[in-house]
């Protein structure tokens, strides 16, 4: 690798996260204490199961669009057969989601954004799956810890999802090419941060990536057998798609 090919494709996934990444860092920062009332709280727990994950899961499928766009834009993605691009977006874009919701968790009240203002984990109570709420506020938690740039997560998120341990790839051999160039250019931004250390820190972080999104294929089960025509009527067709 030349170096100027790495710059320029680092640059290149920045440029693709900043374009596709819904909401800016600067756009939220403004909201982080724009907080739900005890009433707006009281209407959100008095939806019913069915109705909250009904409304959460279009929240999340407009998200992963988003994220479908920036893998689209990942060079070594475009080239892929359509069934590995697939592949890599069912188990890769919920994780990508998550990295990407946890630059806008606010760790001083414990909230995240959802549906324009800053929610605590008592919003999401009707959900009945307080575990994966949970987990998913840790990991939000854990990734503010890290307090990456928005070029660390850019690089990070293209990592997450061109992951050639991925199950079902026709062409394993050219996604471990497209996986260990992505690898060379988050180690060459770390080292020119100085922050090298945290190339094990995000290793981890995908360890409980995998997991959180196993909780959440898990706890869809369970909805869709209690609830099979929300889950298979009402719900939209790219959640069904890629998570069910
Ligand atoms: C992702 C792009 S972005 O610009 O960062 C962005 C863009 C848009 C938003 C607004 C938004 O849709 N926030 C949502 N928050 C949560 C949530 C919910 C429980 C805890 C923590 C966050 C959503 C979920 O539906 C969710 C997410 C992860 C796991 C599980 C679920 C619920 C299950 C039932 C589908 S949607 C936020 C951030």
Redesign the pocket.
Known sequence: HSLQSLDDMCASIVRSHRET???RVEE?QVLRWKLYSREEIQVYQSKSVDE??Q???S??T??VQ??VEFAKQIPGFRTLSQNDQIALLKTGS?E???V??S??FNAENNS?????KF?G?EV?KS?A?GD??TA??DF?HGMCALKLSEQQIALFSALVLINADRPCLEDRGRVQRAQRSLEFGLRHILHRDNQESLMHKLNQRMAVLRS?CSL?ME??QW?SQHYPLTAHILFPPLYKELFA
């Open positions: 990444s819904q909401y939220l909250m994950w409304h959460c899961a929240r999340l407009d998200a988003y994220v919920m990508v989601v998550l990407r919701m630059r806008f995240v954004f959802f549906d324009g929610a984990v999401f959900l799956c994966l709420i998913v506020f939000a959180l959440h706890k869809l909805f």
